[in-house]
């Protein structure tokens, strides 16, 4: 399987920036896609970017032209977030999800890291 643990999370004033880290352990040769997930007091946790295999990338309508999201070939992930606004308040995890095993016999997996508390605020 695959370990994730994030980490970069704070507090910081509205407009302002954070990147999140999150390092990838494991059998990250299997994996397919990676994303950034948030959960905000009270809401369902909610995508917020990801990028796959083939490089591509996507993002929440939210957080597009302020949120980017990178990654190296060993699947460790960066998430640089700037203008940040208190709506952006939120546990942040890292989330992978892939397959490995013969065609006969495939196995799927999905992986959470811990989380990274990030703050907006005044």
């Known amino acids: 399987q695959v370990q994730l643990m994030e980490s970069g999370g704070g507090s910081v004033q509205p407009g302002g920036s954070l990147r999140l880290s999150c390092a990838a352990s494991?059998?990250?040769?299997?994996?397919?896609?990676m994303a950034w997930y948030r959960q905000a007091p009270g809401k369902e946790r909610e995508v917020v970017a990801r990028?796959?295999?083939?490089?591509?990338r996507d993002y929440a309508d939210s957080v597009k032209g302020r949120f980017t999201i990178f990654r190296d070939n060993a699947w460790n992930t960066l998430l640089q977030m700037n203008s940040l606004q208190p709506e952006d308040t939120a546990v942040y995890f890292c989330?992978?999800?892939?397959?490995?095993?013969?065609?006969?016999?495939?196995?799927?997996?999905?992986?959470w890291g811990q989380g990274t508390q990030v703050t907006v605020s005044s």
């Open positions: 989330n992978a999800r892939g397959s490995y095993g013969p065609v006969e016999r495939v196995y799927e997996f999905e992986s």
């Open positions: 990028t796959t295999s083939s490089g591509a």
């Open positions: 494991g059998r990250t040769r299997s994996i397919n896609v």
